[in-house]
């Protein structure tokens, strides 16, 4: 499909099909050449005049068959009219924000709709894409900016005889209530942002104890080399997961003991350094040496979150000294290399996911950009309120102002002005 935005995109319907068809009607049309008049292609073709299309200015769609020489074909007949030339990435969705279409957060939001992996990825994106971050800043800024114009009319107006003694007080109640709003929405852990990039899982423990083994198992491929030789793994493996329609990011981790030699030793350190920052650890050891070594290593670790997987079960037959471990929640018998006893843990890790992640359906906050503009507001609406109902109007105003600013640079709308005073007219005075 052919898209072509912009003042002359009529031109482009006359020229390669000789005709415009009805407003959003597909059209059945032979796409012609207009310099040699041969026939490119039959496409359907479609018309959508601004202001209500897409990126809010004309549009047309060329639906071809595709194929390397139709379109080469279309395109050098586009080109070769003068004015137009190839969209640059992300064009249509920048002229759409440019023409008031979308705003800043509903462009992150089809950003991330077009990359999502996973269905809960695909939900927050969706979400986002129909304003549900960027309609609720729009309506906190519209009354962020009316109790900055109550502010306003006590600073400008404070001889007239017709403005009311208080308008400060409702606009400190305002802004208390506007902060403990995003107060609120800004304490959700960071799970929707988790949602963007996964819930790092990091796989590690001593060496040879069959960790690429489980990565490869866990993630249906021979992502990791494995070998018997300690020391395999040096820098840390990443695969990400769809588990159970939430996005996992699993990490393959060197072995940790007291290493050799610097490559091993900086294996070692990212191991550790990447194990301490994931939201879970599996704890891999080979549970058929239990009692033949000791991984003490493992107990010095500070690893604040992590599940002890013993593995090369088939080693161990019918030795059952394993059998008091089953009990415990977080402890795993399996084998990486027959995939018995797998079952279990990919069922825990995907209850753990699915319950990390319930509470995303209803966080709005998917980028760090928005937590830090939420954040800002947040701040200044708090020291308008710590000044108080008889602190001085100037200060108030500057820090709703501020608060209105911060707020608009969620979105990409910083009109403030322009707002207040559509606001400040009807709300005054009769001038
Ligand atoms: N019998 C048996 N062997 C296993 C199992 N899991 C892994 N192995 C073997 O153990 C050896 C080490 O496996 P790796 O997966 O490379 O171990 P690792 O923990 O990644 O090792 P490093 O990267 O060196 O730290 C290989 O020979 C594997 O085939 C298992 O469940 N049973
Ligand atoms: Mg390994």
Known sequence: MIRISGPQARLALERLIGRV???RQAALARVRDPSTGEVIDEALALWFPGPHSETGEDMAELQLHGGPAVIAAAFAALAAIPGFRPAEPGEFTRRAFGNGKLDLTEAEGLA????????????????????QIGDRAEMWRSQIIEALALVEARIDFSDEADV???????????????HDEMAAVLADNGRAERLRDGLVVAIAGPPNAGKST???????????????????????????????????????TAGIHEGHGPVEQEGIRRAKAR?????????????????????DIAETLILSNAWRIYNKLD????KLWIS????????????????????????????YVADYFAATESSVITRARHRHALGETAAALDRAVRLGPSGREELIAEELRAAANTLGR???????????????REFCIGK
Do not use: C, M
């Open 410 to 424: 969620l979105t990409g709308r910083i009109d403030v002005e322009d707002v207040l005073d559509v606001i400040f």
């Open 164 to 178: 009311p003694e208080n308008l400060i007080a409702p606009a400190i109640l305002t802004a208390q209530h506007l």
């Open 21 to 23: 068809p009805p407003p």
């Open 214 to 252: 489980l990565l490869n198992r866990l993630a249906n491929r021979e992502v990791a080399i494995v070998s018997p030789h300690p020391g395999t793994t040096r820098d840390v493996i990443e695969v990400h997961l769809n588990l159970g329609g939430y996005p996992v990011t699993l990490l393959d």
């Open 324 to 351: 008091n471990e089953l009990g415990s929640a977080d402890s795993f018998i399996l084998s990486a290399l027959t995939g018995v006893g797998l079952d279990r843990l990919v069922a825990a890790l995907s209850a």
């Open 112 to 131: 991330d709709l077009i990359a999502a992996e996973t269905p809960a990825q695909l939900r927050a994106a969706f979400r986002q894409l129909k304003g």
């Open 275 to 295: 194990a301490e920052a994931a939201d879970l650890v599996l704890w891999v050891t080979d549970g058929s040496a239990i009692g033949r070594t000791v991984d």
């Open 315 to 318: 080693l161990v037959g019918d």
